[in-house]
């Protein structure tokens, strides 16, 4: 039984690492910046979860801590493009909304 | 006898979320409009982490990590659909022509 | 809140010894008033009628066998016909009254896979659905009977 779970943790985490590349060449891809975020906040569960793998192969169990902390960051940088970009697209009407009236 | 059992369910858990996690990224290279992949996304968000968190709290057994892990877990899903919300609304308001996209109905 | 905060602390903190539990209370104390006064929250979101929890109890639990169902949904699309969906937004208004059960709604919406609440506006929600099937009885799924439900019976101040 030991050994089976050993084997298993191991074989998970190869997996979740191999996924995590492969979401990072979606972000590479991304047509629209919007599908880097998503890209982006999928690494970061993915993430969690193969810090939550590593805790229990290693027993090492500071690593639950990090994931905590990761998971507070990941949603903090959706947070903080989001008000970047609406921040962003706010002025953009504003200026075109000028630009407008001024041509009129 | 117990210890097995909750090792083998754990085990089990844990098996079927990496399985959604994998169609969780393959729904991110299949789709081909970004409120499509977002979906795929969520269910690695939602139905993923419930899976794999509960296994690994079931391999923890009755400890302090495991505490900390349904922590973890509770979070998640209070942020996850606040996150999603945030990108899908940044994405309905920047792009050009929604409508070309998807049909928008009104009820 | 007071509670919440001080087994957070023991959590966090990793053991029940006499120094974490001093520091905890004097801690937990200090944000429940900085909740209260700053950010203006109630401590009697958390208790209230034994009716009203047992429905929160209720609605949990049905939030997680609605989610699982959803996402198995998804999942076959993923593997079936990633390509022949007809994604579609919806507006519908919502009977719902108070701003949190507004928002229990959209997040519960949001959580299932296959919807996302994209909008909020006086009333009405703007939904995105993956597929067509999956918009039809948005506007009266369950959850918001429920939460009209708890809403008739909530505590007023």
């Known amino acids: 039984m030991e050994t089976v779970t050993t084997w298993i943790l191991n074989i998970g985490a190869v997996v979740l690492a191999l996924l995590i590349l492969a979401t990072l060449v979606r972000a590479v891809l991304g047509p629209r910046f919007t599908d880097r975020i998503v890209a982006v ?60 009236t001024a041509h009129d | 006898m117990i210890e097995h059992l909750a090792t083998g369910a754990g085990l089990a858990f ?57 922590l973890i877990f509770v979070f998640l899903w209070l942020t996850s659909p606040v996150a999603s919300h945030l990108v899908a609304e940044m994405e309905v308001a920047t792009v050009p022509d929604i409508h070309k996209e998807c049909e928008v109905e009104e009820r | 809140m007071f509670l919440l905060f001080f087994l957070l602390w023991l959590l966090l903190s990793g053991g029940v010894s006499l120094h974490a539990c001093l520091w905890g209370l004097a801690v937990s104390a200090l944000l429940t008033w900085f909740c209260r006064r700053v950010l203006g929250y109630d401590w009697r979101i958390f208790c209230g009628h034994p009716a009203r929890i047992w429905a929160l109890i209720r609605y949990f639990a049905h ?95």
């Open chain 2, 14 to 70: 844990f098996l079927f979320g990496l399985f959604v996690f994998f169609s969780a990224v393959l729904g991110l290279f299949r789709f081909d409009y970004v409120l499509n992949r977002m979906h795929a996304a969520a269910v690695g968000d939602s139905l993923g982490i419930f899976c794999v968190l509960i296994g690994l709290m079931l391999l923890h057994g009755w400890s302090l990590s495991a505490a900390k892990t349904l």
């Open chain 1, 41 to 100: 906040n999928v690494i970061g569960t993915l993430v969690i979860a193969e810090l939550m793998v590593l805790s229990v192969r290693l027993r090492a169990d500071y690593l639950v801590d990090i994931a905590l902390v990761f998971a507070l960051l990941s949603f903090l940088s959706v947070v903080v493009a989001f008000q970047l970009v609406m921040s962003r697209q706010k002025n953009k009407r504003r200026e075109e909304k000028q630009e407008g």
């Open chain 3, 63 to 157: 939030l997680v066998a609605e989610m699982l169902k959803a996402g198995l949904m998804v999942m076959k699309i993923i593997y079936v016909h990633p390509k022949k969906i007809t994604p579609k937004l919806v507006w519908f208004r919502t009977p719902l009254q108070t701003d949190r059960h507004k928002a229990m709604l959209s997040d519960s919406i949001t959580l299932t896979a296959g919807t996302i609440t994209v909008r909020s506006q006086d009333g009405r929600l703007l939904v995105h659905a993956l597929d067509a099937p999956l918009a039809e009885g948005i506007e009266d799924t369950a959850f918001q009977q429920q939460l009209e439900k708890m809403e008739g019976t909530q505590w007023r101040r």
